[in-house]
């Protein structure tokens, strides 16, 4: 099975349907540099950080 999507719809469609305010959103993603595949949807969002592995992610929600 193979679905392919339009990244922009795919981000207009989480935007649209979410109650928070992207503005109020934390992003974690892998690649958050220019033209990287997080960069358009970490912009979007109030805070983003860069992740280098899942226990690098766990160490920072720890602070939540």
């Known amino acids: 099975l193979s679905i392919k999507f ?5 981000m207009n469609y ?3 349907n979410i109650k928070e305010d992207p503005a109020d ?3 974690f ?8 595949n997080d960069w358009e949807i ?3 969002c109030g805070k983003h ?3 280098k592995d899942p226990d690098h ?5 720890k602070t939540y």
Do not use: R, S
């Not at 993603?29 to 990287?36: C, K, L, M, R, S």
């Not at 992610?57 to 929600?61: A, C, K, P, Q």
């Open 6 to 10: 339009d990244f922009e719809d795919l």
């Open 57 to 61: 992610l766990l160490e920072i929600l």
């Open 25 to 27: 959103c934390t992003f």
């Open 14 to 16: 989480v935007f649209e």
């Open 49 to 51: 950080y860069a992740v």
């Open 29 to 36: 993603g892998d690649n958050i540099v220019p033209y990287g």
């Open 42 to 44: 970490a912009a979007k």
